[in-house]
C-alpha cells in the first residue's frame, strides 16, 4: 500500500514538470522564428550601393528606358546620400518600367513624384505639371535632374532623415494607398528585383 502512495506521488510531482519543461522548450523554439519574421521584415534602403554601376547600366540598356547610360550618376548619388541605389532602381522599375510608361515618359522623373518645393530643388531645374486639377507632377529638364530629386527627396527629412528608412515604411508614404496604390505588392516588386539582381551582380 505505501508503494502504490509513493508511485502516485512520484507521478504526481513529475508529470506536470514534464508539461512545464515541454511549454518552455516550445517558446524557445518559437523564438527564432518571430526574429527571422522582424528581420524579413526590415529592409534598409540606407547604406552603400549594393550593385556596380555597369550592372546598372545593363538593367536600363536591356529594358531599352530612355535613361540609360546613368548608372555612374546612380553610384555617385547613392553615395551623397547614403541611399542604396538597388532601391532607387527598383522604384524606377515600379513606376514606370525604367521611363517607359505613364506620366515618366514626359516628366523624366525616376521616382514619379509629385511636385516639389523650389527652396529644396529648385536646382535641379524642376517644375510642377498639372495633366488635370489635382493631378499634378514634378518635371524635370532631364533624366539626371529627375534622379537627383529622387535620391534627394528619399535621404531627406520625409524619408531617412526622418526615420523611415525600411522600404516598408518608405512605400507607404512614397505611394499612399489613399492614392490607389497596393503597397503590398509595391513593396513585393521592390524586394523582388532587389534581391534578384544582388544575387546575380
Same mark, same amino acid.
Given at each position: 500500500?505505501?508503494?502504490?502512495?509513493?508511485?502516485?506521488?512520484?507521478?504526481?510531482?513529475?508529470?506536470?514538470?514534464?508539461?512545464?519543461?515541454?511549454?518552455?522548450?516550445?517558446?524557445?523554439?518559437?523564438?527564432?522564428?518571430?526574429?527571422?519574421?522582424?528581420?524579413?521584415?526590415?529592409?534598409?534602403?540606407?547604406? #552603400?550601393? +549594393?550593385?556596380?554601376?555597369?550592372?546598372?547600366?545593363?538593367? !536600363? $540598356?536591356?529594358?531599352?528606358?530612355? *535613361?540609360? &547610360?546613368?548608372?555612374?550618376?546612380?553610384?555617385?548619388?547613392s553615395?551623397?546620400?547614403?541611399?542604396?541605389?538597388?532601391?532607387?532602381?527598383?522604384?524606377?522599375?515600379?513606376?514606370?518600367?525604367?521611363?517607359?510608361?505613364?506620366?515618366?515618359?514626359?516628366?523624366?522623373?525616376?521616382?514619379?513624384?509629385?511636385?516639389?518645393?523650389?527652396?529644396?530643388?529648385?536646382?535641379?531645374?524642376?517644375?510642377?505639371?498639372?495633366?488635370?486639377p489635382?493631378?499634378?507632377?514634378?518635371?524635370?529638364? #532631364?533624366? +539626371?535632374?529627375?534622379?537627383?530629386?529622387?535620391?534627394?527627396? !528619399? $535621404?531627406?527629412?520625409?524619408?531617412? *532623415?526622418? &526615420?523611415?528608412t525600411?522600404?516598408?515604411?518608405v512605400?507607404?508614404?512614397?505611394?499612399?494607398?489613399?492614392?490607389?496604390?497596393?503597397?503590398?505588392?509595391?513593396?513585393?516588386?521592390?524586394?523582388?528585383?532587389?534581391?534578384?539582381?544582388?544575387?546575380?551582380?
Open positions: 500500500m505505501k508503494r502504490i502512495l509513493v508511485l502516485i506521488g512520484l507521478v504526481l510531482v513529475v508529470v506536470p514538470f514534464l508539461a512545464c519543461t515541454e511549454s518552455n522548450l516550445s517558446q524557445v523554439q518559437a523564438q527564432p522564428a518571430t526574429s527571422a519574421t522582424n528581420s524579413a521584415n526590415n529592409h534598409q534602403i540606407t547604406g #552603400s550601393p +549594393s550593385l556596380t554601376a555597369n550592372f546598372i547600366d545593363q538593367v !536600363l $540598356a536591356r529594358a531599352g528606358s530612355p *535613361a540609360q &547610360g546613368l548608372g555612374n550618376q546612380f553610384i555617385k548619388l553615395l551623397q546620400t547614403g541611399i542604396d541605389a538597388a532601391y532607387v532602381l527598383a522604384i524606377f522599375h515600379h513606376e514606370s518600367a525604367y521611363g517607359e510608361t505613364g506620366v515618366a515618359r514626359g516628366s523624366r522623373s525616376p521616382g514619379n513624384m509629385r511636385c516639389l518645393d523650389l527652396e529644396h530643388y529648385g536646382d535641379t531645374g524642376t517644375w510642377c505639371h498639372c495633366e488635370q489635382g493631378n499634378c507632377y514634378a518635371w524635370f529638364p #532631364s533624366w +539626371s535632374a529627375g534622379l537627383v530629386a529622387t535620391f534627394r527627396l !528619399l $535621404a531627406g527629412p520625409l524619408y531617412a *532623415a526622418g &526615420g523611415y525600411t522600404i516598408e515604411r512605400i507607404r508614404r512614397w505611394a499612399p494607398p489613399a492614392d490607389n496604390n497596393d503597397d503590398s505588392a509595391y513593396i513585393g516588386s521592390i524586394l523582388q528585383d532587389v534581391s534578384g539582381w544582388r544575387a546575380s551582380a
